[in-house]
């Protein structure tokens, strides 16, 4: 760090990453994780995580459960969450910190209320929104209309709070091992060796004959180093313009979103990959309804599917806590849901091309991207439907 590769290091860990790079960065993983396998989506290998100890306490009976450490969503989260670690430390930014109990309270509904909304909507605002919209599904766009009015009335609730209710969220927050002096030292050498784990980790998965769960890891050890390094959020994208009014991770999801789409796209049109991978039965009902919950919840939390995992892995104890709920939540609502028959009345499939045609389907979401950054940006500089303004 101190000799020749001192100016690269610190280009990648000493100052934040570019908003809209890393979000183009995030689109174009996306589609090199879909043509592997599948697209990533953060509320299933969550729910295999609740699934998992809700079997193991008796709750659940799942003979066909596979185990986290061989599942592929589950493997991709605690990649975000390993590779937010790394990207802290590494930057030394590494902390845990602990709020007031009123934000842990937050933390938990926040996560309950997500872990609802990816039922609904089949997948949380990266599978249910940013992936399916991705694979040209009608749901992916419903969704996107209730993250924004959930995002708003999860917004209008804080603000009564800091109006009506001040005294909940001050107090009693703690912080522990921030860099600073000796810590500041070693936080880069654990960075390291953290990321050392992770390879032996690559090299023990190939040696057993689970390559393909490696790689999984290792996509979502990249997704957690590019959102912590640009602190690239879709929370921020459907927030921040109702809260301060700025635009740029708005921006920044609608660029990746179109880049997304169009990877998404060629690989569909050339029958690489099934047509119909990735169109959920939500677009209706499930996908409003879910959206809607998934912005209240994410708003609260402070973290959505993925933004909650990285900020875990930096030692945001409220999101370690609105992780075990999202998980939990997620569990029991999906189990409820299949026992009733719900999630065969959520929507239905819809494929875009198959309703407006190829050309039709992509330029409808290249049209609603642009309107939701043109929106976003008049706003920013007329701060029209800001609370701040």
């Known amino acids: ?147 924004g009015a959930g995002a708003f009335l999860g917004l209008r609730y804080l603000i009564w709070e800091v109006a009506h209710r001040p005294g909940w969220s001050r107090g009693g927050g703690r912080v522990y091992l921030q860099a600073g002096g000796r810590a500041a030292a070693s936080q880069p050498w654990a960075g390291a060796f953290v990321f050392c784990l992770v390879l032996a980790t690559l ?8 390559g393909t769960q490696g790689v999984f890891l290792l996509f979502g050890a990249a997704f957690g ?50 047509k119909t991978e990735w169109v959920f039965p939500a677009a209706g009902f499930g996908s409003l309804a879910g959206g809607l919950a998934f912005g209240v919840g994410m708003t609260l939390a402070g973290g959505c599917g993925a933004g909650s995992l990285w900020r875990a892995g930096e030692g945001q104890v409220k999101l370690w806590v609105a992780v075990a709920c999202f998980a939990l939540g997620a569990s029991l609502v999906r189990l409820g849901a299949a026992q009733t028959g719900l999630l065969q009345k959520l929507g239905a499939a819809v494929f875009l091309p198959s309703l407006l045609g190829w050309a039709g389907a992509i330029v409808l979401i290249v049209a609603i991207a642009i309107g939701w950054a043109v929106l976003a940006t008049w706003n920013e500089q007329t701060g029209r439907f800001s609370v701040s303004a």
């Open 1 to 147: 760090m101190r000799g020749s590769f001192a100016p690269q290091y610190a280009a990648l860990f000493a100052r934040p990453w570019m908003v809209w790079g890393s979000g183009v960065l995030v689109a174009t993983l996306n589609v090199f994780l879909f043509a592997f396998d599948r697209p990533w989506t953060a509320s299933d290998g969550l729910r295999n995580w609740g699934d998992w100890v809700l079997s193991g306490v008796g709750l659940v009976r799942r003979p066909d459960l596979l185990a986290p450490w061989f599942y592929s969503g589950s493997l991709l989260n605690l990649g975000v969450i390993v590779g937010g670690a790394i990207a802290a430390l590494l930057s030394k930014e590494f902390a845990i910190r602990v709020p007031a109990r009123a934000e842990l309270a937050k933390g938990a509904a926040g996560g309950l209320l997500m872990g609802v909304g990816a039922v609904l909507a089949f997948g949380c605002n990266i599978g249910g929104f940013f992936s399916a919209t991705s694979a040209l599904s009608l749901s992916g766009l419903g969704m996107m209309l209730g993250l």
């Open 203 to 210: 090299f023990v998965y190939a040696r057993a004959g689970y």
């Open 225 to 274: 180093v590019i959102f912590q390094r640009s602190r690239f959020c879709l929370v921020r994208a459907f927030r921040e313009p109702f809260m301060t009014g700025d635009a740029e991770h708005t921006r920044a999801a609608a660029l990746a979103l179109v880049v997304s789409m169009l990877g998404f796209a060629i690989l569909k049109f050339t029958d690489l990959k099934d």
